[in-house]
T-cell receptor, first 116, second 112 residues
């Protein structure tokens, strides 16, 4: 089945540790996104990538890092520099085409990260 | 920064009534999209309206776009208990380089 998969669903991290969240898609989409959602809040953009080997900071990139070595994969690392990492993380992908032809985004089911 | 702001933040209505939620945004856009999120899940796309369109329908959904006021509305007619969810607007800005920015969301509760 075509889709976008995030793993793990739940993740616990000790303070001071880096953790990596996985996001894989088999939809052949060029663009991929990472969002953070806090309880009762909207989605805030962390990083996005328009194409392999390229990515841009979103609105809240500090304390996070990403890579885009393959079209299918866009892992997010939450570093120890992120002071308040407990949140729900959502990955998305979509087909893009010169701004006005951009399409809808497909989302994974999310990873809930808790710092213990 | 949040591009979109939904209004109201929360809405409770009786089953069968219509639900209207609004989205305002700040900069010129190529298109505006509405998404739905059930609690603790990923978002699901509902409808996309391009900047040169004024109204669009999909089943019980009706979306309007007023680019002069930088606002959009989502109308859900004949609401059902299963429509209980959070609803978000998202915008593709002109010169935004495929950056997709979401609003703060409206929490809709349908009372059976």
């Amino acid at each position: 089945d075509g889709g976008i998969t995030q793993s793990p669903k739940y993740l616990f991290r000790k303070e001071g540790q880096n953790v990596t969240l996985s996001c894989e898609q088999n939809l052949n989409h060029d663009a991929m996104y990472w969002y953070r959602q806090d309880p009762g809040q909207g989605l805030r953009l962390i990083y996005y990538s328009q194409i392999v080997n390229d990515f841009q900071k979103g609105d809240i990139a500090e304390g996070y890092s990403v890579s885009r070595e393959k079209k299918e994969s866009f892992p997010l690392t939450v570093t120890s520099a992120q002071k308040n990492p407990t949140a729900f993380y959502l990955c998305a992908s979509r087909r893009t085409g010169q701004g006005s032809m951009n399409t809808e985004a497909f989302f994974g089911q999310g990873t809930r990260l808790t710092v213990v | 920064s949040q591009q979109g702001e939904e209004d109201p933040q929360a809405l409770s209505i009786q089953e069968g009534e219509n639900a209207t939620m609004n989205c305002s945004y700040k900069t010129s856009i190529n298109n505006l999209q509405w998404y739905r999120q059930n609690s603790g899940r990923g978002l699901v796309h509902l409808i996309l309206i391009r900047s040169n369109e004024r109204e669009k329908h999909s089943g019980r959904l009706r979306v309007t776009l007023d680019t002069s006021k930088k606002s959009s509305s989502l109308l859900i007619t004949a609401s059902r208990a299963a429509d209980t969810a959070s609803y978000f607007c998202a915008t593709d800005r002109v010169f935004g380089n495929e950056k997709l920015t979401f609003g703060t969301g409206t929490r809709l509760t349908i009372i059976p």
